[in-house]
């Protein structure tokens, strides 16, 4: 199994670009998410989904759109690129029945800049 | 919101020594907690999965204890290796695996 796959590894965007980061997945895992990770800061959750068709907004999700057609695939898609979403994007999903979720499995990250 | 703070934020111990982090949250209403490991420049890697039914988990020489009512998790690492350095994040989970991190314990264990 290849695990949590995210591409591409670096970005650099101009402010007002768009562009959409991919995660793919291996492990039939439901449950799939994204992260940011800042300095100084932990990681905070954008957006998630429990199964295929559903996404939810988290903690941060302004700026960001998400689809999630297959069970394998949940990307990320910026609209309109801000110096403010210069971050790490971490990708995550997990493997969840009857009400008890597991172990969540982290993508290596996609790091992006926006000048 | 679930607010998690990890202490301390930064140690140093000589190798050999045992290494307890500590991970305290507000909102006690969690599904799980899990411990992460992640490398300068790296993904996250998990460590352990404690379920809220659960006082503790053991792999290895970690050992993660989980007090749920009070908020509070430790993770202990028995005789340290430089290759435990490294920072450790804790993540109590609320429904859906919604994952709330702190700012993590940075780790450097001295040869």
């Known amino acids: 199994n290849a695990g949590v796959t995210q591409t591409p590894k670096f970005q650099v965007l101009k402010t007002g670009q768009s562009m959409t980061l991919q995660c793919a997945q291996d492990?039939?895992?439901?449950?799939m998410s994204w992260y940011r990770q800042d300095p100084g800061m932990g990681l905070r959750l954008i957006h998630y989904?429990?199964?295929?068709?559903?996404?939810d907004q988290g903690e941060v999700p302004n700026g960001y759109n998400v689809s999630r057609s297959t069970t394998e695939d949940f990307p990320l898609r910026l609209l309109s690129a801000a110096p403010s979403q210069t971050s790490v994007y971490f990708c995550?999903?997990?493997?969840?029945?009857?009400?008890?979720?597991?172990?969540?499995?982290f993508g290596p990250g996609t790091r992006l800049t926006v000048l | 919101k679930q607010e998690v703070t990890q202490i301390p934020a930064a140690l140093s111990v000589p190798e050999g020594e045992n290494l307890v982090l500590n991970c305290s949250f507000t909102?006690?209403?969690?599904?799980?907690l899990q411990w992460f490991r992640q490398d300068p420049g790296k993904g996250l890697t998990s460590l352990l999965l404690?379920?809220?039914?659960?006082r503790e988990q053991t792999s290895g020489r970690l050992n993660a204890s989980l007090d749920k009512s009070s908020g509070r998790s430790t993770l202990y690492i028995a005789a340290s290796q430089p290759g435990d350095s490294a920072t450790y994040l804790c993540?109590?989970?609320?429904?859906?695996?919604?994952?709330?991190f702190g700012k993590g314990n940075q780790v450097v264990v001295i040869p």
């Open positions: 995550a999903s997990s493997y969840s029945s009857g009400g008890i979720t597991d172990t969540q499995y």
């Open positions: 492990m039939n895992h439901e449950y």
């Open positions: 989904s429990v199964g295929a068709g559903i996404t």
């Open positions: 909102d006690s209403a969690i599904y799980n």
């Open positions: 404690i379920q809220s039914s659960q």
């Open positions: 993540a109590p989970s609320r429904g859906n695996n919604r994952l709330a």
